[in-house]
Structures are given as structure tokens and as C-alpha cells.
């Protein structure tokens, strides 16, 4: 049997379509997927995301660790705020994505769920000779609560320690201790708050969000929300074969200061000296069809690959992620269904705080 978070009885009685995801029960929809994509960009939606793992850092080396760890630098940011980084592997491959949330004297790490006990493994074996404890929290869970009134909406409703001071909180800066944590960041493109709290805390925040008028959300909007954000998803748009230098995620490696030898670097040294970097591009089909990952991206300078592909339902039209060669050309030809499909090279994100940054083809417009 899979794993359920302690929501799992709050997906049943709201009738939602459980799925198997890395071996957790999770909700897919609790009806209409795209009803629940347009609530987090219109109003407000939430996420049992409570299958990621929290995994807390302490020690007197605890930073020491973390930046050998870690391509980006730990060191960069204070207590209160919170790093995105990829953790590779030597030969610059990412082992995972997650946050990095700076505590007064630990870090909270939020890895993804199919990955955490690869993560953890891997965390401990890079551990010795470093003064750390590593402990995994699995007594925390995680509602993300998303959309433009979704902080105004959860604000009176977090446990009263957190209030006030989330309240105060800028993009991604974070509050908390040993205990909970609320982190201004999310995976959709649209403010909100990471509430990462006791297991049994869970269910009674969740009810009375559904009371505030928060939408319940499943996996699949939360999919097609990373996507129309550009945000990349782990085992599609990377895994350990593909370095952040491939994957459109240069700007998480912190190359100063140069004395840093994080693991993998020597890797992403030699990958950079050497060039010829594939591009990482969004795109956004012209004709009929939807993208989806490992279809054949044609491109004048030979083929690509989709990464991550679907329909925007706020953009109207099919997007995408995709590695391509380089070039100087924003016309490519997707194949769909043994026939070639036009489409254009955009920048990414697609949607951004509810607002389309892409130009739309004619007849979608």
C-alpha cells in the first residue's frame, strides 16, 4: 500500500481522485483540475504537499557542510530567508532540487518526495568528517497555500506564534523554530506561504482554510502551474544525468567565491569551458496539438527534446519546456503524432502573478 499524509482522510471526504505518486496516496483533482488552476491565479488554492521531506541541519558545521553540499552558497543569504539549490552529484548532476530555509542556528531542508530517502542517504554519506546532525522530520507536514488572497486569506489563520511576524515576511524570507516554519515561497508563480507544521496540526489548518474560502488543490493543477511559471520538475526537466548548466539553472550555481569546492564543480567547470551548452527554452505550440515530455523538438541546428509539455489553461494554448540545441532561430517544429507541429522559442516563465508574458498565436488570442 502507498504511503497518505495525514490529509489523506480530509482528500477522501472532499471525493478526491487519488493517485499513486512516488509511492504516495496523493490527490490528482477533486473534480475539475482546471477550476482548481484557475483558484490559485485568480483567488486562492492549497496543496497537501506534506509527501516532501523536511530535513533538519544543526550542528557547529552545519554551514560548512551545506556549502560543500550545495551549488549555490548557503553563506549568501541570513537567518529569516530561505535558497533555492540543486545538490549534484560529482559529475554535475543533480540529485535533487529543494530549498534551503536559514534558521536561528539550523537549516530546514525541503527535498522532493520521490527522491527523499536518495536525498538523505546521500546527505549522510557526504557528512563525514563534518560536525552535523542530519534528522530527518517526517513529524512535520506542509500545506503551500498559493494565489493572489492567499496570504491575506491564511494570514489570521496561522498558529498565533507565526502571526506576526509572517505577516512582515518578504518574498522568500521564512519564520520559525524547531517546531513550525512559514516561508513566503511556493511552486506557482503566485504569492502565498509554505506552512511546514506538526503532522497534527495539519487537518484543523486545512478545514478552516476550506472555511476561508480556499480551494483545495490536487497535483494536477499544481503541475500545470509549475509549468506556466517555467518552473522545472524533478525526473522531467533534470535528474543526475543532467547538470543545472543543462537544465536552465545557471543561475543557482554560485561560482564565487572560487576557494568553494562544492561537489560537482570540477564537473560544471570543464561542462562550462567547453561550451556549446544546450538552451533551455520554453516554447508554445502555433498549431494543433499538446506538447508533452520526450516528444522530438526539429530545430534548424539539429533536434531537442520537450522536457515538461501541456495546456496552459490560463494562456490557452500548449506550452513547454524543452533542450535544444544552440542557434539563432526562435522557429522550431515539434513532432506530435508522426506529424510536425510549428511552434516558437519563448523565454520562460509563461504566467507570472497571474499576468500572460507571452505574446499568444492569433487564434488563440
Keep these: 500500500m502507498a504511503q497518505t499524509t495525514p490529509l489523506y482522510q480530509k482528500h477522501q471526504q472532499a471525493g478526491a481522485k487519488l493517485v499513486d505518486f512516488a509511492g504516495w496516496d496523493m490527490p490528482l483533482h477533486y473534480g475539475s483540475q482546471v477550476e482548481e488552476h484557475h483558484a490559485v491565479r485568480r483567488d486562492a488554492g492549497m496543496f497537501d504537499v506534506s509527501h516532501m521531506c523536511a530535513v533538519d541541519v544543526s550542528g557547529d558545521q ?69 560536525a552535523v546532525d542530519i534528522k530527518v522530520r517526517r513529524d512535520l507536514g506542509i500545506i503551500a497555500v498559493q494565489g493572489p488572497d492567499a496570504r491575506e486569506k491564511a494570514l489570521p489563520l496561522l498558529p498565533q506564534a507565526y502571526r506576526a511576524p509572517a505577516a512582515e515576511l518578504g518574498v522568500f524570507e521564512c519564520v520559525g523554530d524547531g517546531q513550525g516554519l512559514i516561508g513566503r515561497t511556493g511552486y506557482t508563480g503566485e504569492d502565498g506561504f509554505e506552512c511546514i507544521l506538526p503532522v497534527d496540526d495539519l487537518p484543523a489548518l486545512w478545514d478552516t482554510l476550506v472555511t476561508a474560502g480556499v480551494a483545495p488543490c490536487g497535483l494536477g493543477a499544481r503541475d500545470t502551474l509549475r509549468m506556466e511559471a517555467g518552473m522545472n520538475l524533478y525526473g522531467q526537466d533534470m535528474d543526475e544525468t543532467i547538470t543545472p548548466l543543462q537544465a536552465g539553472l545557471g543561475w543557482t550555481v554560485a561560482w564565487e567565491p572560487e576557494a568553494r569546492d562544492f561537489v560537482g564543480r570540477k564537473a560544471l567547470e570543464q561542462q562550462k569551458a567547453a561550451g556549446q551548452l544546450p538552451r533551455f527554452v520554453g516554447l508554445v505550440l502555433e498549431g494543433r496539438g499538446i506538447m508533452r515530455a ?66 499568444l498565436p492569433e487564434a488563440s488570442s
Design 294 to 359: 520526450h516528444q522530438v523538438v526539429d530545430t534548424p541546428a539539429g533536434p531537442g527534446e520537450v522536457t515538461s509539455g501541456g495546456f496552459s489553461p490560463t494562456a490557452g494554448v500548449s506550452i513547454a519546456l524543452a533542450r535544444i540545441p544552440r542557434g539563432d532561430f526562435d522557429r522550431v517544429e515539434i513532432q506530435i503524432r508522426n506529424k510536425n507541429v510549428p511552434a516558437r522559442v519563448v523565454k520562460a516563465p509563461f504566467v507570472r502573478n497571474g499576468k500572460i508574458l507571452i505574446d
Design 62 to 130: 552545519a554551514l560548512a557542510f551545506l556549502q560543500y553540499l550545495l551549488a549555490n552558497d548557503v553563506a549568501r543569504v541570513a537567518a529569516g530567508k530561505a535558497l533555492y539549490s540543486c545538490m549534484l552529484n560529482e559529475q554535475g548532476g543533480v540529485v535533487d532540487d529543494l530549498i534551503v530555509y536559514v534558521l536561528n542556528g539550523f537549516y530546514r531542508v525541503v527535498v522532493n518526495a520521490g527522491t527523499a530517502d536518495k536525498d538523505v542517504a546521500w546527505m549522510q554519506a557526504r557528512s563525514q568528517g563534518f
